[in-house]
Each structure stands twice: as structure tokens, then as C-alpha cells.
């Protein structure tokens, strides 16, 4: 069974510093993706980033950077430089085989603050 | 903008009662897909519908249906509504099954 796990609950950052949030995951397939989405407040869900598991190089999105690290099975979301605008909760979530379904991680809360 | 359209927005509704909620996904996408966000159980996959076919099945209860339909766009049929139900459903859609999911804005569920 896949599993994706997202051990904070809830983050504070600063303004303008970089801040990562984890996420670690379990499948036993080969071919797998893993993808991040942003929940704001108003509560659609934004795609951020992607990352397939033949990619070598780690994905990158603007200020979004994902750090893949395949042995560890860990996805984690690098926010560089964060903006009041950040605040949300962020969900990992993961493609397997077939494609036809993501599943997702209990999310982190994330707070920008001045 | 996504570019994937819902709708309600919201929807409020009586126990034992019946909804439709409808998606239409971006132009060119050929699967649906539809979750269920709650505060309890998080975000489930329900159903994934790829060019009119039904794929996949996740944790969709026997009292919900879904469909696509020729032109692309999909309804889920919520019956027999019980409180647990409310919930916000997100519909999503992707060109390819192994490509990034692109989500509504969700319709919100609220049975009363």
C-alpha cells in the first residue's frame, strides 16, 4: 500500500527565510511521482511541483524547490526566500503505477509571519 | 485559475437527501478525478474517469455514483445524505493519467 507521511503539523517562518517542509513515503512500485499542492484559506488546491522517481535532477519551480533523496524515500518542499502569501497548508502527495490516483499526506500548516 | 470549473460552490442540503455536483475539466484533459476532503479522513480519492470510462475506484461509498460523460465533463452523485457527508469534493483532471492533477475549487458540501 502507498503512504505518504508529513510529520509537522504546523510551521512558523519568517519573512524572506527559506523553510522546508517534510515529507518521507512508502510504495514498493519502481515508477511513481511525487507532487506538491498548496491549500490557502479559501481552500482550492494549487499544484506547485513535480517529481518523478527517474528524474536525477531535483525539481525546481520558481521558489519551490523539491529535495528528492530516493534511498530515504523523502520529497521535502524547499520554500526559498517566503512571502506573507505562503501562508497555507501544503500537502505531499504521490502517484503510483498506474496513475490513477494521488495519495495524500495530512498536510502542514504553514505560517509566514513578519 | 486552474481551468478546471465546479459546480455549486457550496451546497447545503437535508439528511436523506440527493446532490449532483458537476466538473468540467481543462480543455484537452481526459481524466477526472474526484476526492473528498474532510476533517476527519483528509483527502480520499473516490473515482478516476478516463474519456468515459470508469478506471479506478478509491474509498467511494455504494450511496455515491459518478459518470463522464462524451463531452468530458463529470457528475457525482451524492444519495441517501448523511451528516458525515459534508465535505468539501474536489473534482481534478489531467491530459494523461501520469501527468500533475489540476483541481477545481471544490464544491462544499454541508448536510444538515
Known amino acids: 500500500a502507498q503512504k505518504i507521511t508529513q510529520t509537522q503539523p504546523g510551521m512558523f517562518v519568517q519573512e524572506k527565510e527559506a523553510v522546508t517542509l517534510d515529507c518521507t513515503y512508502d510504495t514498493s512500485d519502481q515508477s511513481y511521482g511525487l507532487f506538491w499542492y498548496k491549500q490557502p484559506s479559501s481552500g482550492e488546491m494549487i499544484f506547485l511541483i513535480y517529481q518523478g522517481s527517474y528524474d536525477e535532477q531535483n525539481a525546481t519551480e520558481g521558489r519551490y524547490s523539491l529535495n528528492f533523496q530516493k534511498a530515504r524515500k523523502s520529497a521535502n518542499l524547499v520554500i526559498s526566500a517566503s512571502q506573507l502569501g505562503d501562508s497555507a497548508m501544503y500537502f505531499c502527495?504521490?502517484?503510483?503505477?498506474?496513475?490513477?490516483?494521488?495519495?495524500f499526506g495530512t498536510g502542514t500548516q504553514l505560517k509566514v509571519e513578519l | 485559475d486552474s481551468g478546471v470549473t465546479q459546480t455549486p460552490k457550496h451546497l447545503i442540503t437535508a439528511t436523506g437527501q440527493r446532490v449532483t455536483l458537476r466538473c468540467s475539466p481543462r480543455?484537452?484533459?481526459?481524466?477526472v478525478y474526484w476526492y473528498q476532503q474532510s476533517l476527519d479522513q483528509g483527502l480520499q480519492f473516490l473515482i478516476h474517469?478516463?474519456?468515459?470510462?470508469?478506471?479506478a475506484k478509491g474509498n467511494i461509498l455504494e450511496r455515491f455514483s459518478a459518470q463522464q460523460f462524451p463531452d468530458l465533463h463529470s457528475e457525482l452523485n451524492l444519495s441517501s445524505l448523511e451528516l458525515g457527508d459534508s465535505a468539501l469534493y474536489f473534482c481534478?483532471?489531467?491530459?494523461?493519467?501520469?501527468?500533475?492533477?489540476?483541481f477545481g475549487p471544490g464544491t462544499r458540501l454541508t448536510v444538515l
Open positions: 474517469y478516463y474519456n468515459g470510462e470508469e478506471r
Open positions: 480543455s484537452g484533459d481526459l481524466s
Open positions: 502527495a504521490m502517484r503510483t503505477g498506474g496513475g490513477n490516483k494521488l495519495t
Open positions: 481534478a483532471s489531467s491530459v494523461d493519467p501520469r501527468n500533475e492533477q489540476f
